[in-house]
């Protein structure tokens, strides 16, 4: 047993650095040229924005960032349809309270929620967009439900408000992305784009489109989060 | 330049962390690449890509395991403290049935926790699914609501004080309520060896006592939802006993 | 080629190993994140974006990272999460139907569950 036990180790760890190797040896990476300057000085004029990333994921390709949700939305309606109706463990511990925890999320909570309105607001201008900003405005809330325990947020925010709020970023982002682009121009375009690269008020609906994104990412990865926190798993 | 380093680190936390033993050590290795990721997502000159694997990968999916994993890798045992069997040293356990049950614990890789309780509590308490072990001085009689391993120790029925042997044998009572009936001079008791030997610690005479032809045995009590516990505890019982590890443990506390 | 680039293929490596190797469920999934990690990993490693930020209000910098590979991934990251979760409700439910995080263990209950279900 000891010997097949090594054996199968060596051969895996043989397989691994083979892998490498041939991977290392093989892989034809793409030069140095990326996007020319050109084409991504004709990008940022044309959208308006500074930050190209924002700029591509919702404009340039909003298209595939619309089928990114949509998966998203899928993965967390997973989540909350299997636990949904799981009570949790008979005999529940509560989650570690301690006053430290308490007082120090009570200090941090505001900062963090202030800076995911920050990476939201000004996604288009600076590093952050939509998908951190939710991303850590979860973590905002997953502090404050350590701190005081998630009877006292669940009281607070009904679970069905949350799902409002998914839904209906869901559809403003689909709103902000097809209807101007309907009025005025194509499908999917930007065609209120333009104005100042680095002003908070360009690139149209970009804006719009980063702060719908955030609700959604949010209220999802809190969806999430919630429902682990309620069910407490035995693993 | 610095990127170098961080990423030079990378491996080597991920390679420990994965061919890890305990679970939460891989979920807090993998907290802790996702973080160190981040950052050379930032020298790498990607800040978004940063904050959106600062903030997901190093606090929710950390925070969403160690929800999963919460219970994690425990063993629970429920009993009545028996001197000898089961009992509290200072701040640790010792006894008989702990040596047992920390070896058996440890051959699975959990962490034994013990709680004392009376034994009505503590049959709940293994009814409800709360404790996994029961324990203590255990003699299990017939329709247990559990599941009973074989038994490791015998023992023999003594009755302390005179008169005749009560009907029901009052060896499930708690030690101190025993010793204050036999003290008071109460209805002759029924108890077993471990009791026994307890309740003399404490000054009972030996000329009190008489051994009955009754004979039983300890057993450990196994929640009726982990048939498999109960199957792999009843085989390391039959280990130790095969390779008489537990006369060994015996003889140190019951001598 | 970058550092990223070689230690993306040996993170993916060693997460595969140990997504194969390891029984335990929780580190098969905790490989499975690894997995995701790296390819992000691989692809802001690439030697064209890796450089400068991609955000200029100004003319662009010379070296300036290729924002392509930024956006594919940075919503990948996200989603990531989302199944990841999704696998970890499975792998919940799953141990709390069969008490034990042993895969093998699990395939070998889940057989005999069957087999006594289609003899009775």
């Given at each position: 047993m000891r010997r097949r036990q090594a054996a199968l180790t060596l051969a895996g760890a043989a397989a691994a650095i083979g892998f490498c190797v041939v991977a290392l040896l093989t892989i034809d990476l793409p030069g140095d040229a990326a996007l020319p300057r050109e084409a991504l000085t004709a990008v940022r004029d044309k959208t308006g924005v500074s930050n190209l990333v924002a700029a591509l994921l919702l404009d340039v390709r909003l298209y595939d960032t619309l089928f990114e949700l949509f998966v998203f939305s899928m993965a967390v309606l997973g989540v909350r349809?299997?636990?949904?109706?799981?009570?949790?463990?008979?005999?529940?511990?509560?989650?570690?309270?301690?006053?430290?925890?308490?007082?120090?999320?009570?200090?941090?909570?505001?900062?963090?929620?202030?800076?995911?309105?920050?990476?939201?607001?000004?996604?288009?201008?600076?590093?952050?967009?939509?998908?951190?900003?939710?991303?850590?405005?979860?973590?905002?809330?997953?502090?404050?439900?350590?701190?005081?325990?998630?009877?006292?947020?669940?009281?607070?925010?009904?679970?069905?408000?949350?799902?409002?709020?998914?839904?209906?970023?869901?559809?403003?982002?689909?709103?902000?992305?097809?209807?101007?682009?309907?009025?005025?121009?194509?499908?999917?375009?930007?065609?209120l784009g333009g104005g100042r690269p680095g002003g908070l008020a360009s690139g149209g609906a970009i804006p719009a489109l980063n702060l719908l994104i955030a609700c959604k990412v949010f209220a999802g990865a809190w969806a999430v989060t919630y429902h682990f926190v309620r069910h407490r798993g035995e693993v | 330049m610095s990127a170098v380093v961080v990423l030079a680190a990378l491996p080597v936390i991920c390679a420990y962390a994965l061919f890890q033993r305990r679970r939460w050590v891989a979920v807090l290795g993998m907290g802790m690449a996702s973080f160190l990721l981040a950052v050379v997502y930032v020298l790498q000159?990607?800040?978004?890509?940063?904050?959106?694997?600062?903030?997901?990968?190093?606090?929710?999916?950390?925070?969403?395991?160690?929800?999963?994993?919460?219970?994690?890798?425990?063993?629970?045992?429920?009993?009545?403290?028996?001197?000898?069997?089961?009992?509290?040293?200072?701040?640790?356990?010792?006894?008989?049935?702990?040596?047992?049950?920390?070896?058996?614990?440890?051959?699975?890789?959990?962490?034994?926790?013990?709680?004392?309780?009376?034994?009505?509590?503590?049959?709940?308490?293994?009814?409800?699914?709360?404790?996994?072990?029961?324990?203590?001085?255990?003699?299990?009689?017939?329709?247990?609501?559990?599941?009973?391993?074989?038994?490791?120790?015998?023992?023999?029925?003594?009755?302390?004080?005179?008169?005749?042997?009560?009907?029901?044998?009052?060896?499930?009572?708690?030690?101190?309520?025993?010793?204050?009936?036999?003290?008071?001079?109460?209805?002759?008791?029924?108890?077993?060896?471990?009791?026994?030997?307890?309740?003399?610690?404490?000054?009972?005479?030996?000329?009190?006592?008489?051994?009955?032809?009754?004979?039983?045995?300890?057993?450990?009590?196994?929640?009726?939802?982990?048939?498999?516990?109960?199957?792999?505890?009843?085989?390391?019982l039959e280990e130790i006993e095969a390779t008489g590890a537990l006369e060994r443990i015996v003889e140190r506390y019951l001598a | 080629m970058t550092t990223g680039v070689v230690v993306a293929v040996v993170l993916f490596a060693l997460a595969a190993l140990a997504l194969v190797a390891r029984r335990d469920l929780v580190f098969k999934l905790v490989a499975l994140g690894m997995i995701n990690g790296s390819t992000v990993l691989l692809l802001v490693s690439l030697p064209r974006s890796v450089g400068r930020p991609p955000i200029a209000a100004g003319p662009l910098a010379e070296r300036l990272a290729d924002p392509l590979p930024q956006a594919f991934v940075l919503a990948t990251i996200v989603i990531n999460f989302a199944v990841l979760a999704l696998a970890l409700v499975f792998v919940m439910l799953l141990v709390e139907r069969y008490h034990t995080t042993d895969a093998r263990r699990i395939e070998q209950l889940v057989h005999e569950e069957e087999e006594s279900c289609s003899s009775s």
């Open positions: 349809s299997f636990l949904k109706d799981s009570a949790g463990p008979a005999v529940r511990e509560p989650l570690a309270e301690s006053h430290v925890v308490r007082h120090a999320a009570y200090v941090l909570f505001p900062a963090v929620a202030l800076l995911a309105a920050y990476l939201a607001v000004f996604g288009h201008v600076a590093p952050g967009g939509g998908f951190g900003g939710g991303a850590v405005a979860a973590t905002g809330f997953l502090l404050v439900c350590v701190a005081l325990g998630v009877e006292v947020l669940a009281s607070r925010i009904r679970d069905g408000v949350l799902e409002w709020i998914e839904g209906l970023s869901m559809l403003g982002v689909l709103a902000f992305a097809v209807l101007p682009g309907a009025a005025w121009g194509e499908l999917l375009s930007n065609p | 000159g990607a800040p978004d890509v940063a904050v959106a694997e600062a903030a997901i990968g190093a606090a929710l999916v950390t925070f969403i395991y160690v929800l999963a994993i919460r219970r994690t890798g425990r063993l629970v045992v429920i009993a009545a403290e028996v001197p000898g069997l089961l009992h509290r040293r200072g701040r640790e356990v010792d006894g008989v049935e702990f040596e047992i049950l920390q070896g058996f614990a440890t051959k699975l890789g959990l962490d034994l926790t013990v709680r004392f309780a009376t034994f009505d509590d503590a049959m709940e308490a293994l009814r409800g699914g709360s404790a996994d072990i029961l324990a203590g001085g255990f003699v299990p009689q017939t329709g247990e609501p559990a599941l009973v391993t074989r038994g490791f120790l015998d023992t023999r029925f003594y009755v302390v004080g005179a008169g005749e042997p009560c009907e029901a044998p009052r060896f499930r009572d708690e030690l101190r309520a025993l010793l204050r009936r036999v003290e008071a001079g109460d209805v002759p008791v029924t108890i077993d060896l471990a009791r026994l030997l307890a309740l003399m610690r404490r000054g009972v005479e030996a000329a009190n006592v008489a051994a009955t032809d009754a004979v039983g045995h300890y057993a450990f009590g196994v929640c009726r939802r982990r048939p498999d516990l109960h199957a792999r505890l009843e085989r390391h | -």
